[in-house]
T-cell receptor
């Protein structure tokens, strides 16, 4: 069965630096890969989606890469701020067409940005 | 804030009891998925409803069941509660059941089983 790993449980960085979070998976590549942000006691909030034929996607200070050869996605936050402190979840989107797929989530990486 | 709402916010039950959790999807969304998130873990897919029919199920026993109503709101029912059912239950809606679109999550219901 498909497995997903987010390499770091926790990542501590200084304000202004770039945070890089890693997501690795086994088996076959999904058609899409998504990243979510989750604050304590709240539901996940969608950040970015990248397709298997896209190498990179950007949104403001966020950048996602997707390497289907390495079976890996990297998530970058540039010029990080204390407000970026949260848990970041990687999810494989296993929904193909009308099939009965779903999102498979990693455990998340807890990012702390120190002033 | 997404337009997805869940009730109740918190719930405490004892082993063996039954519970019903409710979710109102975002306007215009016909697909609702339910996830269980244990402490320190990522959300785990329970099942999905599309236009009132179950459209996929994760590795959860039959005592987890659901419903979707004509207005696309949904319920998650759990019978014979076990201690391991203690978790945050998340509902997510999307405008279609196919891949490649955003899932909009509600704030969750925190269930504690004693």
């Amino acid at each position: 069965s498909q497995k997903i790993e987010q390499n770091s449980e926790a990542l501590n960085i200084q304000e202004g630096k770039t945070a890089t979070l890693t997501c690795n998976y086994t088996n076959y590549s999904p058609a899409y890969l998504q990243w979510y942000r989750q604050d304590p006691g709240r539901g996940p909030v969608f950040l970015l989606l990248i397709r298997e034929n896209e190498k990179e996607k950007r949104k403001e200070r966020l950048k996602v890469t997707f390497d289907t050869t390495l079976k890996q996605s990297l998530f970058h936050i540039t010029a990080s701020q204390p407000a970026d402190s949260a848990t970041y979840l990687c999810a494989l989107d296993m929904r193909y067409g009308g099939s009965q797929g779903n999102l498979i989530f990693g455990k998340g990486t807890k990012l702390s940005v120190k002033p | 804030e997404t337009g997805v709402t869940q009730s109740p916010t918190h719930l405490i039950k004892t082993r063996g009891q039954q519970v019903t959790l409710r979710c109102s999807s975002q306007s215009g969304h016909n697909t609702v998925s339910w996830y269980q998130q244990a402490l320190g873990q990522g959300p785990q897919f329970i099942f999905q409803y599309y236009r009132e029919e179950e459209n996929g199920r994760g590795n959860f026993p039959p005592r987890f069941s659901g419903l979707q109503f004509p207005n696309y709101s949904s319920e998650l029912n759990v019978n014979a509660l076990e201690l391991d059912d203690s978790a945050l239950y998340l509902c997510a809606s999307s405008p279609r059941r196919t891949g490649g679109d955003t899932q909009y999550f509600g704030p969750g219901t925190r269930l504690t089983v004693l």
